[in-house]
T-cell receptor
Framework: GEDVEQSLFLSVREGDSSVINCTYTDSSSTYLYWYKQEPGAGLQLLTYIFSNMDMKQDQRLTVLLNKKDKHLSLRIADTQTGDSAIYFCAESLADKLIFGTGTRLQVFP | NAGVTQTPKFQVLKTGQSMTLQCAQDMNHNSMYWYRQDPGMGLRLIYYSASEGTTDKGEVPNGYNVSRLNKREFSLRLESAAPSQTSVYFC????????????FGSGTRLTVV
């Protein structure tokens, strides 16, 4: 089936780490993505991970992939107010991307 | 760099009216997509075009038609708008179908009253 699930909200204090989780159901996905959507804007590709990797780090972002549990996470270190946005995970299946429902991250001082 | 450009940004329609949402990309991408975004439901694929001259249905195609006018442009048409089509519509493009990141436009907010 094609179903990507995320929790809807996450609230963190500025300077703390944020962890956004995602579960997917189709093990044949070859790439998994994280997108960021700021208010009134389209989605912007943040990072992606190939399915044969279990971790990818890019500056403050760390992506962890557990293929056995079909679980993907995005960790943002030292979260800033500018990180407040909606974060979508997406899996690639054949010829299209399937998006999760999005997690709204709120950063408070 | 314009990327993906959508017009209009906002639109209000009466039930039964028709309209076309326009999308153009300047990245020489082969594939283009139309999504709608509704609260709590993420993005759902309406139609996509793998390459110039081809179009295919996505997850929620009913009530919509598309035209891949040329490599750059991919339009979405609502023939007879319904309140259930109130949504934010996003166009996206990618180099090819499949395992490539998408570039998104900034969206069209459509309200049908």
């Amino acid at each position: 089936g094609e179903d990507v699930e995320q929790s809807l909200f996450l609230s963190v204090r500025e300077g703390d780490s944020s962890v956004i989780n995602c579960t997917y159901t189709d093990s044949s996905s070859t790439y998994l993505y994280w997108y960021k959507q700021e208010p009134g804007a389209g989605l912007q590709l943040l990072t992606y991970i190939f399915s044969n990797m279990d971790m990818k780090q890019d500056q403050r972002l760390t992506v962890l992939l557990n293929k056995k549990d079909k679980h993907l996470s995005l960790r943002i270190a030292d979260t800033q107010t500018g990180d407040s946005a909606i974060y979508f995970c997406a899996e690639s299946l054949a010829d299209k991307l399937i998006f999760g429902t999005g997690t709204r991250l709120q950063v408070f001082p | 760099n314009a990327g993906v450009t959508q017009t209009p940004k906002f639109q209000v329609l009466k039930t039964g009216q028709s309209m076309t949402l326009q999308c153009a990309q300047d990245m020489n991408h082969n594939s283009m997509y139309w999504y709608r975004q509704d609260p709590g439901m993420g993005l759902r694929l309406i139609y996509y075009s793998a390459s110039e001259g081809t179009t295919d249905k996505g997850e929620v195609p009913n009530g919509y038609n598309v035209s891949r006018l040329n490599k750059r442009e991919f339009s979405l048409r609502l023939e007879s708008a319904a309140p259930s089509q109130t949504s934010v519509y996003f166009c996206a493009s990618s180099e090819q179908l499949g395992n490539y990141g998408y570039t998104f436009g900034s969206g069209t907010r459509l309200t049908v009253v």
